[in-house]
């Protein structure tokens, strides 16, 4: 199991579709395993976009992402990670594809909606950022019927 980061930017808050974009993951399989509305820190940006520090979409990336509301979201389950970044689609959703999450609701390369962690390492960091105190260990009751037990 594994267990990745999601932010719904923004974008998604002003629009509406916190429930409907949150379905898909969960209609999906994935588990919530934490949740929080809150208002992104510049502290916090920092540390979140570290990587991007000097590149020329930095300090707008941060302006939006610390001007209102966003929510993080913690979903555990089989390739989580891998899953929850093919619900998401291409980063631009101009190109990505119907049926994802950027390919249905998104049409700008600014505004992208959500954010996951791209890979185990990512997400151990994003996740310690986000949940300094942990997320929640639960099993759903559903669990047999959504997961493998390989």
Same mark, same amino acid.
């Given at each position: 199991?594994?267990? #990745? &980061? ?10 509406? @579709?916190? %429930? ?9 399989? &994935? ?13 916090? /940006? /920092?540390?979140?976009? /570290?990587?991007?520090? %000097?590149?020329?979409?930095?300090? *707008? &990336? $941060?302006?939006?992402? #610390? ?13 989580? +990670?891998?899953? /929850? ?8 959703? +101009?190109?990505?594809?119907?049926? #994802? +999450?950027? %390919?249905?609701? *998104? ?19 994003? @996740? ?5 105190? %942990? $997320? &929640? ?14």
């Amino acid at each position: 199991m594994q267990t #990745t &980061l999601l932010l719904f930017k923004p974008d998604t808050l002003h629009r509406g @579709l916190v %429930g409907r974009v949150l379905a898909r993951f969960e209609e999906k399989g &994935l588990q919530l395993v934490g949740l929080k509305l809150m208002q992104m820190s510049q502290e916090t /940006a /920092a540390k979140h976009y /570290a990587e991007h520090v %000097g590149r020329p979409f930095y300090d *707008g &990336l $941060v302006e939006f992402m #610390t001007s209102s509301p966003i929510v993080a979201l913690a979903l555990r389950g089989p390739d989580a +990670i891998a899953v /929850a970044r093919r619900l998401m689609g291409k980063t631009f959703g +101009i190109e990505a594809d119907p049926g #994802t +999450i950027r %390919g249905d609701f *998104g049409c700008s390369k600014s505004y992208n909606l959500v954010h996951g962690s791209d890979s185990e390492e990512s997400a151990e960091r994003e @996740l310690g950022i986000f949940f300094p105190e %942990g $997320v &929640l260990d639960w099993t759903p009751i559903s669990a047999p019927w959504l997961w493998d037990d390989e």
